[in-house]
């Protein structure tokens, strides 16, 4: 029977549902079938030209990222909610106000900018840590996202603690799941203390990926250290020091405030 025959039945899917081209009844080795993508996708019922096909294709493979950054969010929001809670007493209030007047404007400017990262760089007991909440409150404020919850506002990790976590997740064979979680942070996500201690070529390069994710997709992330630039290549190897120095980097001098007292 050719689709020329009036006799035959009209076929109520012969044409695409995307475009509405007729789709073309051919036989393949003794088959009939409509020549027509054999993609079923998302919504599996769709019959769909080969063009359409391709089309739905990279629809719904967007559909699938967005879900997945979604899922993300929902898994970890009460998680994540907590540590927002959890700003410690000391630094509740910490203000661009408390450094030199040049601090609030420069904090302002970088907020603004499309530069992803601040690198405070300096010795111990400098203000780097303080530097950062200040830094981070001054963004919820100008975001107006003070009160809401994580996520869109920021996150606080020491990178001590983000290696123990990676750590975990090696041992605990949910590999990958501190990486994810920090990597997808769209408010601010501070790293405070990096090259603090020496780290495994495997959290080496779990940091890597939550460092190059944030560069690429321009995340805002505040890094406290107290390695000297030239210190951060050899002990963090080239490919992360050179992503901190693409953007701003702050110098802390001075005094030690903890024993300075
Ligand atoms: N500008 C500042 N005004 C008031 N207190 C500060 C200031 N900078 C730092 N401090 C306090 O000094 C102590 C050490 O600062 P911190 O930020 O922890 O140093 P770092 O992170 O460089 O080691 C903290 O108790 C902090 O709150
Ligand atoms: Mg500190
Ligand atoms: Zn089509």
């Given at each position: 029977m050719s689709m020329k025959d009036k006799t035959s039945p009209p076929d109520?899917?012969?044409?695409?549902?995307?475009?509405?081209?007729k789709l073309e009844v051919k036989e393949y080795i003794g088959v009939k079938m409509t020549v027509c993508s054999s993609y079923r996708g998302l919504k599996n019922a769709l019959r769909l030209c080969h063009p359409c096909g391709d089309i739905q294709r990279e629809e719904d493979n967007e559909r699938v990222r967005i879900w997945t950054i979604q899922q993300n969010k929902e898994r970890y929001a009460v998680r994540l909610a907590k540590e927002v809670e959890n700003i410690p007493r000391r630094f509740?209030?910490?203000?661009?106000?408390?450094?030199?007047?040049?601090f609030k404007p420069q904090s302002e400017k970088w907020i603004a900018s499309d530069e992803w990262a601040a690198t405070l760089a300096g010795?111990?007991?400098?203000g780097k840590t303080h530097a950062a909440f200040a830094m981070a409150l001054l963004y919820c404020e100008i975001e107006g996202k003070?009160?809401?919850?994580a996520y869109d506002t920021f996150v606080f990790i020491t990178v001590p603690e983000l290696l123990a976590e990676l750590r975990h997740d090696a041992v605990a064979d949910s590999a990958g799941e501190a990486t994810e979680k920090y990597k997808t942070i769209d408010g601010i996500l501070v790293m405070d203390d990096l090259g603090a201690e020496k780290s495994s070529e495997y959290a080496l390069s779990e940091l890597y990926r939550i460092i190059s994710y944030r560069e690429m997709h321009i995340l805002k992330t505040i890094i406290t250290t107290n390695l000297g630039v030239s210190e951060l290549s050899t002990k963090l190897h080239d490919r992360i020091a050179s992503r901190l120095t693409s953007g701003r980097i702050i110098n802390f001098k001075g005094k030690d405030r903890r024993t300075d007292k």
């Open positions: 109520k899917q012969e044409s695409c549902d995307r475009c509405k081209v509740k209030s910490a203000s661009t106000g408390d450094f030199a007047d040049a010795p111990p007991g400098t003070k009160d809401s919850p």
